[in-house]
Every structure is written in structure tokens, then in C-alpha cells.
């Protein structure tokens, strides 16, 4: 197609966005093309639809998505239903009665709302997602319900309700469910301002970022991942930074990284880690400021998954091979490996993919089982193994639900 259109591979990768030798590795079927958007792009200037491309890509949310099989979507089909509408509309046409018994009820069981929150992070960092979703069904309603109550402690209500919310849009976010991760996390922002956090703000403008990446709003995601940057530069910048801010501003320009690696460009993926780097060398350790895995490792796993995304699966090994995952989270080490298995597969390495892929799923099965990259490469595994895969490697697909 290339040639009919009288294109060099480098012509054609500077249309697109790539390099020479990423268009190479595309057409010697090195390196699968996943991205619906990477596709209509080749689709455009190549002149052809994006099924004469891939032709199971034709419908891609569907098939990346996996609803037929998805866990938990009648939880997380309750949890959008609960983010429709006013939060507590009831509350607005209560009497000054039972308002002054709800200020005293929200006084009582603020250490309780406390603990119900951070119990909903650690399942999402050990990628429960359904338990998660199963968890914010009653605690948002009674978090909403405590930030109306007339209460000294109304600040603290709100920062918990904005974690309650943004930990919404991580699990909205990781089960592809975009639109309601979209909603979570601009929720999660308001609570934020009201209660006058302004790192709990940024925080929420992280996950929106998040979503917008997911959903593949590239130029939003950037937008909102750098309007924060922006803000947190001078207080990053100072000779006794808080720990909190560089945890931050180092996970946004993590963001950046993914977001211009995901675009096909080198230059801004680089400079997003080289300056998540530094702040992570000046943290010095790895912390868990509102629930980011901001440190040198975490910086180290999204190193790997820059290269990934750039099709520079050597240099993604060469990374992985230094990087000790196990003080992370559950769900980031998966991540990682799910990442390792996906630069293996782009080198045909099918053995070395299949064992990533099955240590990830022994950490967490629902993300493997459910993550579209995840299943991305246990297809292109069964493409590669023809009409005999592995034993395991078919367990792996039945499980995840996968058809080559």
C-alpha cells in the first residue's frame, strides 16, 4: 500500500508521526500497530480504511473492551448509575433537624470514612476492581452525605470524598469504562476545590489525564497533564520541595512521557522522563502521595513503557532487566510485566511473552484478564503459534477469553 502511494517507509513514518524504522518493524510484522488511532492515521494516508489494515479491527472498542466476558460490569453499571444525577439530592430538602443529626453522625464516623477509603486504594492497587467498584457503591453516598452535614471537620469530608472520586476514575479508567471515568474525576476536582486542597486538585487533574489517555483525547490528556505541571513548577523547583508536590509533579511528567510516546513522539517522551528522573532522585525513595507509586522504580517501569510504545522493544528489555518491580503495588508490577511481555512480543519472543504474561496473571488475573494489552498480546501469541499454541498459552486465552 505503501508503494502504490509512491511513499518511502520514511515518508511515510514522518506523515504519521513515527520513525523510519518503526514503519520497518511494522511491515516485516515485527511489531504489532494496536491503536485504533495509530491506525486510522496509516488508514489516511495510505488511502485504504483502517479494516484493510486490520480487519478485526473494525470494532475495536468492542473487542478490546471484552464486555461479553468483562468481571464485575453489573457493579460498575450500578456505580455509573450512582455518579448520574445530584449525589444527595434528599439532603437539600431536609429540616434543620435532621441536618444538625447528620452533623453529628458526620463527626462520629469520619476515622471510619477515612479507613473505608483507603481500603477502596489498596484493593485498586492490588487491581480488585470489582471488589473496589462493590466498596464505592455505599461509601460515596455516605461520603456525599457527611461533606453536606454542617461540621468543623467539612474540609477533611471533602479531601476523602475527592479520593473516594478519584479512586472511581482510576477502576472507571482500567474496566475502559472512559465517559464515567470522565465524570469521577472532574467530581473528584470540585470536592478537591471545596475543601481547599490544592494538591488534591492536582491530583484529581491526574486522573482525568488518565482518562483522557485512555480514551485516546491525546491533545486533552497533554492539556490537563501540563496545565498542572505548570503549576506545581515553582513549588517543585524550591530548595525543600514537599515530598507531596515532587510526587506529583513527577507522576504528571510521567503522564507526559506515556501521552507523547503513545503519540509517536521521541523527543517529548524523553524529556517527560529525564524530568520525572530528577524528581524522583531528589524524593530519593518511593512514596505513595495520593496513591501515585511515585519514585525511582516507578519511574523505571514507565521507562519500559515508553519504549514500548516508541517499538523500541530492546531498549524496554534492557530497561526491565534492571528494574526490581517487588516494592510496588500488585497492580504496577503487573503493569510492568504485562509491559516486559509486550516488548518480547514485538520480537517474536513467544515463550519469554507467554511467562510475563502468566507471572502478571499470578499477581492480579483481573487485570490480565480484562487490560486490552494484556489480551493484545496473548492474541498476537496465538497469530504466532499457528494452529498448535502451547498448552498453557490456550489455558491463558480461555481464561481471558480471547480468539486469535
Do not use: C
Amino acid at each position: 500500500m505503501r508503494r502504490r502511494r509512491g511513499l518511502s517507509q520514511k515518508e511515510l513514518g514522518a506523515a504519521i508521526r513515527r520513525s523510519e524504522s518503526w514503519v520497518s518493524q511494522v511491515e516485516r510484522d515485527v511489531l504489532p500497530v494496536e491503536r485504533l488511532s495509530v491506525l486510522q492515521r496509516l488508514a489516511d494516508v495510505l488511502g485504504v480504511a483502517v479494516r484493510d489494515l486490520r480487519p478485526e479491527a473494525a470494532e475495536p472498542v468492542a473487542a478490546d473492551r471484552g464486555d461479553g466476558h468483562r468481571p464485575g460490569s453489573a457493579v460498575f453499571e450500578q456505580l455509573r448509575l450512582l455518579l448520574t444525577g445530584h449525589p444527595a439530592l434528599d439532603q437539600l430538602f431536609g429540616d434543620d433537624t435532621d441536618r444538625n443529626l447528620e452533623t453529628s453522625t458526620a463527626v462520629e464516623k469520619l476515622p471510619e470514612l477515612q479507613q473505608r477509603v483507603d481500603l477502596a486504594w489498596q484493593l485498586a492497587h492490588e487491581s480488585r476492581l470489582v471488589e473496589v467498584g462493590g466498596s464505592l457503591l455505599e461509601l460515596i453516598p455516605d461520603l456525599e452525605h457527611a461533606a453536606r452535614a454542617n461540621t468543623p471537620h467539612r474540609a477533611e469530608v471533602l479531601t476523602q470524598l475527592s479520593r473516594a472520586y478519584q479512586v472511581a476514575a482510576t477502576a472507571f479508567t482500567r474496566q475502559e469504562e472512559v465517559d464515567a471515568a470522565w465524570v469521577a474525576a472532574d467530581r473528584a476536582l470540585s470536592a478537591a476545590e471545596e475543601s481547599g486542597d490544592a494538591l488534591s486538585v492536582v491530583a484529581g487533574t491526574y486522573r482525568m489525564a488518565q482518562a483522557f489517555l485512555r480514551l485516546q483525547r491525546l491533545e486533552q490528556a497533554e492539556q490537563a497533564a501540563r496545565v498542572s505541571v505548570a503549576a506545581l513548577a515553582a513549588q517543585a523547583a524550591a530548595e525543600h520541595p514537599q515530598p507531596e508536590v515532587l510526587s506529583l509533579y513527577g507522576s504528571l511528567q510521567l503522564m507526559l512521557a506515556v501521552i507523547a510516546a503513545t503519540d509517536g513522539n521521541r523527543t517529548a517522551a524523553r524529556t517527560g522522563l529525564a524530568a520525572a528522573r530528577s524528581a524522583a532522585d531528589r524524593l530519593g525513595e518511593g512514596r505513595n502521595d495520593f496513591d501515585t507509586e511515585f519514585g525511582p522504580t516507578g519511574v523505571a517501569v514507565h521507562a519500559v513503557a515508553v519504549a514500548v510504545e516508541l517499538g523500541d522493544a530492546g531498549e524496554a528489555l534492557d530497561i526491565a532487566r534492571t528494574v526490581d518491580a517487588s516494592i510496588l503495588s500488585p497492580e504496577r508490577q503487573a503493569r510492568f510485566l504485562v509491559d516486559v511481555a509486550r516488548a518480547h512480543a514485538q520480537r517474536r519472543q513467544a515463550s519469554e511473552a507467554l511467562e510475563a504474561l502468566l507471572d502478571a496473571e499470578r499477581l492480579t488475573p483481573e487485570l490480565v484478564h480484562t487490560d486490552h494489552r494484556a489480551r493484545e498480546v496473548v492474541r498476537d501469541l496465538l497469530q504466532f503459534a499457528g494452529r498448535r499454541p502451547a498448552e498453557e498459552l490456550r489455558e491463558l486465552a480461555g481464561r481471558a477469553a480471547v480468539t486469535p
